[in-house]
């Protein structure tokens, strides 16, 4: 059974549809590329299966869990790293992590075993006392995959986890994202705008554009379906070369839309 499968998913903002009737499922142990320019549904559909968005319609479960009828156990199923910087500047390493595992509920005497293994895993046990605001974008990033691993979720959401960062430190982070997925055996469900990131690290890809699926297999598949000698050409032939807006999945953009269309 698929540690994810999405049948039917839907939604709506007015006349908007942001996700129009997706199905796709996601093996255990996998690493999944959701990739689409901006404004395909992406960001949408990770909120509806983080539970941060309630679809219109259509079916969710992550770890055979029902992402409508039980949200709170498909949220103890998953960690996310988000697009934007969700850590404390102002407290430590340890602190970051200390408060999260409180959140959800870890025994003390775990908690604080599983953190010092997640930052010495991670490469940061050393500087576990040092407040944020001293860290780089690469440390952070590093510490936010940690504290998503921290209550041992089957599958991690990593919403374009290297955006931003330097090639050294996107390859330690992807290193380190690989590794974690040897070693924990967690599945990897990640979005990226760099196509040799997702050539290189997905073992399977889907490509959703105007909330549609529109492939979904190996980057050698895709590659062999669109006759192209690289992902990004594949990418292109599939979704065109034409500039696109911002996301239009961005929540709060949708909402705004949403109240105005509503006013009318």
């Not at 994810?4 to 255990?28: E, Q, Y």
């Not at 944020?132 to 974008?137: A, E, I, K, P, R």
């Not at 967690?186 to 690290?201: G, P, S």
Request: proline share 3%.
């Amino acid at each position: 059974m698929p540690i994810i499968s999405v049948r039917n998913l839907t939604k709506k903002f007015a006349a908007f549809t942001a996700v129009d009737d997706i199905s796709f499922d996601v093996k255990k142990g996998e690493v999944f590329a959701f990739l689409g320019p901006n404004g395909a549904g992406k960001t949408t559909t990770i909120k509806m299966l983080t539970t941060l968005l309630h679809p219109d319609a259509g079916t969710i479960l992550l770890d055979e869990k029902d992402a409508l009828t039980d949200p709170e156990g498909v949220r103890r199923s998953f960690g996310i790293v988000f697009q934007d910087p969700s850590v404390d500047d102002e407290l430590t390493a340890f602190e970051n992590m200390e408060f999260h595992g409180v959140l959800y509920g870890m025994e003390k005497a775990l908690r604080r075993k599983r953190i010092e293994q997640l930052l010495t895993f991670v490469g940061l046990w050393d500087r576990k006392d040092d407040i944020l605001s001293h860290f780089s974008g690469g440390m952070k990033r590093r510490l936010e995959i940690a504290r998503g691993l921290l209550h041992h979720p089957k599958v991690l959401f990593l919403d374009e986890p290297t955006v931003g960062l330097d090639p050294q430190t996107r390859n330690h982070i992807w290193e380190y994202i690989q590794k974690l997925n040897r070693e924990e055996g967690v599945t990897i469900f990640f979005t990226t705008h760099y196509m040799e990131e997702a050539d290189r690290i997905a073992s399977q890809i889907a490509v959703i554009d105007h909330g549609k699926i529109l492939t979904q297999g190996s980057a050698t598949e895709l590659k062999r379906q669109t006759d192209a000698d690289s992902l990004e050409q594949a990418f292109l032939s599939l979704t065109g070369s034409g500039i696109r807006e911002e996301e239009a999945g961005s929540i709060d953009h949708l909402r705004m839309r949403h109240r105005l269309w509503t006013r009318r």
